[in-house]
Structure formats: C-alpha cells, structure tokens
DNA sequence: CGGGAGATTGATAGGAATCAAGCAACGTGG
DNA sequence: CCACGTTGCTTGATTCCTATCAATCTCCCG
C-alpha cells in the first residue's frame, strides 16, 4: 500500500525540502530561518488549466511561486485588448505589481495544471526585518522583474517579428534549461494568439513567423512541439538586440 | 546682500524640509526618522544638460531622486539601437534596475540641468529594517515602477501611432499637474526622436502625428512648446486603452 | 553670419494587420 | 466507436500603417 495514504504528512512540501529553494530564497538561511519562513509560506495550492490564480483588480494579500505548472499575466484594456505581460515557470514570483496599490494590477492564468505556494506579503514584510537577507532577495527578485520588464520594451519598441519570436523562443529556452529541462525539444504551453499578444504581433504572425523558421531549416514545429535545430540561427538573428534574461 | 552667501548653511536642503517629500518618502515619519534619513541622503548632486547621471553596466550604489530637472533613462542594444525606458522628473527614483546585480541596467541622463538626491541603497535598506513604513515605502515604489512598464507594454503591444502619442501627452499632462504645473500648457524636455524612441516610432511618425493633432484643433505644437486645447479629444483616442499611470 | 542639429513635410516602400478560406486535432454525445 | 461541432492553427490575398528615403526649413549657438 502507499505509505503516504497513511502518512499524509510525510507529503507536506516545505521551503526547507524545496528543490526549488534556490530560485524562490536567497541562500544561505539557517535552519531556523527557514523553518520561520516554513511557518509563513501556504504551501501548494492547485489550480487546474485554465483557471484564474488572481485577478485585476481583487485586494493584493500574497505573492505567489510557481511549484509546477505554467501561468500566463496579462493586463486588460477596457474595450478587451489584451496585453499578456509574461509567462512564469516553476520558481518564478507573480503579483509583485499589486504592492503598489494593494491590488492585484494584472490576471493570472494557469496555462497548464498548476500549484502555486502562497507568500502573504505582510509577514513576508515583516520577516523581511529579522531575516536582512530575505529583505535583500525580495528587493532583487523585484529588481529584476523591472529589468526583464525593460527589455520586453526594447523587444516590442525595436524590434521586428522574425527577431521578437527569436527571441521568444530563446528566452524560453534558457529557463526551460536552467530547470533541466532540454534547451532545444520544449512544448509550448501557451496558444499562437498568446504568444503573440506577448510579442505585439497578431497570431497569424506568429503561425507565419514559425513556419519560416521551420522552412529555413532552424526549427521543427508539430503542434506545440517545438524543436530548436539550429538555434544559433535564431541567436543570430537577436544579436545586437538585448539578450534575453535568463531566468 | 545675499545672506545665502554667508550662511550657507542656511541653503542645505534635506528631506526634513523638502517640500517633494510626500513624493519620495512614506507619511508620518516622525522627526526622528526623518533626521536619521537626513543622515543617510546625500543632497543635490548637480547635473548639467546632457550629462549622464550613471550609465549601464556601471556598479550600483545608490537609487536617486529627481529633485529639480528632467532625465531619461534608456537601455541599448549592441548594434546601437536605444530604447527610452522612460522620462523622469520630480519626486521620482530612478535606479531600481540596478538592484538585482549590483550593475546598472540602463543610462539614466538630464535632459535640462538637474539635481538629484543621492540615496545609497544598503543603507537605506538597514534602514528600512528600523522603520518599517520605510521598508513598505521601497517595495511599494519598485511596484508602481513594475505597475508602470506594464502599462508601456501595453502602449506598445497593442496602440498605434496616434494612441500612443495621446497616451504620452496626458501621461506628461497629468504628471505635471500633480506637481503644480499647468496641465494644458507645457514645454517638452525631449526631442521628437527621444519621443519616438519612447513610444516606438520613429520621429518622423511623432512630427507628423503632433501635425495631425495640431490641425484637429486638439492641441497647438510650437517647438516644444505644447497646448492642450481639447484634452478630452486625446482622451477618447486612448479610451478603451488602459489609463495612464498619474504618478 | 554660417554651420548644424532638430523638426517638418512629401513620396515611396515594406512589413504586419486584416479579411478570408481551409485544415487538423480534440472532445462530446449519440 | 464514429459523426460532428468547436477550437486552434495554417496559408493566401489584400490593405493599411508606419518606416524609410529625401528635401527643406528654422532656430540655436558658436
């Protein structure tokens, strides 16, 4: 029989048997600092495809860390554009726009089965003053959503469709890879219209842009199975833009 | 004769006194914390048009707040592209990018003679542990910047020309006015192409966009002398798209 | 006064959006 | 298990917007 039917807490995830630690805190934090942090984190939420983690415009409480899964944000213009602002993987902070006015500024879907850990912020806050080194990390970790933020502006303030899906794909590369993943064999989680959304171009364009790629010969494409096979074509292609950021 | 000249001590400026502080700084500091800020912000470093406040790639030590002038900040690519991240003035901190490597992440330079104030960031983050209002102040700071590139992505994703160039005007509009400048009736501090650079359009495509307005009746170009004559006219342009941030 | 940077305006070209049609995969229900 | 409708994707034809190329023009500054 399954042990964990009889043992359910031998399930329980904690910040302190994360394998994701590294990308969610700083390192370095004794013991005891996580198991206060342990204390505060609500471990594991689950959403299913599809469904909303947040919304536009609901009271800001926590941060939320992708566990497992794929999310999408994106902001809503009143007559129904939308703008997707990013994509997160496992690892990676969503609602840090809603500290500012205590609401959430953007929605958060989840584009795949998902679980997310719960970080209210006012104790993270709190904890913040005891522990200087998470402090510090959160302002980073807010830092560099502001960087990876400036170089989507240069992406859809300087550069054209073949070079923005580059790009793209790249990006998605290099975080996929650094979650040991395979950096060039990767499923795409999101539709056309969504990348495209992200990208500033109509999905019609993104479906054009990839089959030329895959006509040239630098990738495959079945569906949303991508195969990157010659990506340094595809770097080729950004150098001289900014490069993507890595996480 | 000046008494400035003889006590000038009398000049120095400090955030106790500074009538920008509600715009820098949480309320409700009590006298004692703000002399202890006093004591960490080093005042009014002095910058002359042109000249670059830090650039990209520089090591970071400090946040600055803009007390008199106009800056810019961009971001370049390696084959010389620039993208205007954005357009900074009184009251507002520029820098936050430089957090998350201890590196610049973009060139931040005066468009007119300017003053800054100096705020070195490990201090004030040791600081912020002290007063906790201080702490919240910075997060909620990085989160209006995160609130505000999301908006420009936004602008850029989904707006055409004549969209963005109106979404900028009452963007400008409103910021001036909330620091006691006229609304309809100002002077911009960059050129066309900076605009353009901005918004993602070439300068040409601002010329003639500020033309096109011009001749509608909505609003009256001189140089850089700007006149809004019928603001709600911009207004509906950008109806539909999301509100420009006021701050 | 002259040179040059910045701005305006015009003509043309090019890239992505739009409009439109057809296809493939998926899930549901008969 | 298969028909069928739905959804997402691909591809083509055309249009539209903005970039590009080019010629002036104005103002500022030395």
Redesign the pocket.
Known sequence: MNDQLFHPHSLKVTCSNCSLRELCLPVGLSREELSQLDAVIRQSRRLKRGEYLFRSGEGFRSLFAVRTGFFKTSVASQDGREQVTGFHMSGELMGLDGISANVHGCDAIALEDSEVCELPFSRMESLGREIPSLQHHFYRLMSREIVRDQSVMLLLGNM???ERLAAFLLNLSSRLSSRGFSANDFILRM???EI?SFL?????????T??KFAQQGWLS?D??HIKLEQPEALKALVSGCSQAPSV
Chains 1, 2 share one sequence.
């Not at 500033?200 to 054009?208: D, N």
């Open positions: 054209k469709a073949e539709s056309r219209e495209g500033g171009l109509k999905l019609e364009t993104v479906s054009r990839l089959s494409v569906h949303k």
